[in-house]
C-alpha cells in the first residue's frame, strides 16, 4: 500500500484564511442583518487598468490568427518581457541585471515556494517571524525543518528572526538566533527578507540591508528577497531592490511580482532573477539549476499574459497603476490616522498596504478577532497566525474600497 510524502503529514492544522472563514460564515449566518466589511485578505479591488486590458485584447486576437498565432512560451519568459524588465526596472536603479538573469514565471507565491528545491536538503533556513507562511511550510514540506513543536509554534531547524515592537519589526542578523532557543549552529544557509514586509508593513533601510549582504556574502548564504510590494515605496532611504546593494550579486535571489503593483493576482505573472554569480561551495550556480528546473517542470507563462504584463511598464501603464496604488495608500492613511486617533499603536501603512496593530489591553490576536468581528463587524488577520512574534497584533489591509475602508475605521473608533 502506499504511503503519501510523510513530511506534508507534519505540517500543523489549519490553514489561517480558513479558519478566519469559519468564523466569519457562523457570525454572518447568525446575524445576516449586519454588513460585515473584510479587510483581512491581501488581494487588490481594483480592476485591471485601461493599458493592461488593451494589451489584453490584442494579444488575444494575435492567437486568433496563423501568423501571429503563439504556442509554449520560452521557458525562461518572452526576450521581449524579460528585457523590458532589465531597462525599466533594473537599470534605473543602477543594478547590474541581465535580462538572461531574469526568469519569468506565473507569480511569486510559486516561486517563492519552489525556489528551496535547488537547495540541498541539509541546508538551514532563517525566516522573520512574523512571516509570510509560503517559506516556512515549503521548507516543512520539503523535509528540512525539524520537528514541530504545538505549544510555541516554532520548527526546531528553523532560525527565527523574531520582529518586534522592540526592533522596530525589522529582523537581525541571526547570529544567536531566537532568544532561549539559541543552539551554537545557528548559522543560516537560505535567509528569507520580505520587505516592505507582509504582514507588518515594516520596511528595511539601504545600510541595514547592505548589513544583510555583507552578512550573507561573509557566512556563505543566499538571501531570498521577496520585493512583492515595491511599488508602494514611499520613503527615500527604503530600497527598491537588493541589487541595489553592494555585493549582491553573489548572494540575492529576487522575487518579484505583478500582483500587488498592477493588480494581477487573478491573471498571474511574477519573475525571479537569479544572478549568475550565485554560486555553491563546489562552485554550481544556482542560475543553470533553476534554468533546469523552470524547463523540465514550467511551460511558461501564457503569452497574452506576458503581453500585459509588457504594457505595465508602458507609460500609460505606468501612470495608471500609480494611480491604484495610490488609491490604497489614501486607505492606508485613512486606516493609520483613524486608529492613531483612537489611541492604538499602529505601523506600517506609510511603504506597504499593511497596517500592524497592537491589540488593545493585551488581547490575544484572536480575541481581538473576535472582538472586532462582533462590535465592529470588521475582519482583519490575526498576527499570531504569522507566526509567534505576531501574537498580540493584528493586520488591516489597504486593499478595501475607499468607502469600505472609512466606514471599517469610523465603526473601529466608536468601539
Ligand atoms: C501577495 C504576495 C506574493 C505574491 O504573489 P503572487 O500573486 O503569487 O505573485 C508574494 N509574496 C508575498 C509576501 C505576498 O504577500
Known sequence: MFKVN?????????????????RVKEYSEAN??????????GDVTQPLCPAVIKALHSAVDEMAEADTFKGYAPDLGYEFLRSTIADKVYKPLGADIDKDEIFVSDGAKSDSGNIQEIFDRDVKIAVCDPVYPVYVDTNVMAGRTGTYDAATGLWSDVIYMPCTAENGYAPELPVNGRDGLGKDNRVPDIIYLCFPNNPTGATITKDALQDWVDYANRIGAVIIYDAAYEAYISEEDVPHSIYE????????????????NAGF???RLGYTVIPKDIKDSDGNTLHALWARRHGTKFNG?????????????????QRETNEQIAYYMKNAAYILDGLKSAGYTVSGGVNAPYIWLRTPDRMSSWDFFDYLLKEANVVGTPGSGFGPSGEGHFRLTAFGSYENTVEAIDRIKKL
Open 301 to 317: 507563462a501564457p503569452y497574452i499574459v506576458q503581453k500585459a504584463g509588457e504594457a505595465v511598464f508602458s507609460e500609460e501603464g
Open 6 to 22: 510523510q513530511d506534508y503529514l507534519k505540517l500543523p492544522g489549519s490553514y489561517l484564511f480558513s479558519e478566519i472563514a469559519k
Open 32 to 41: 445576516p442583518e449586519k454588513k460585515i466589511i473584510r479587510l483581512g485578505i
Open 265 to 267: 493576482t487573478g491573471t
Open 245 to 260: 546593494m553592494r555585493g549582491a550579486r553573489t548572494c540575492a535571489i529576487e522575487i518579484r511580482s505583478f500582483s500587488k
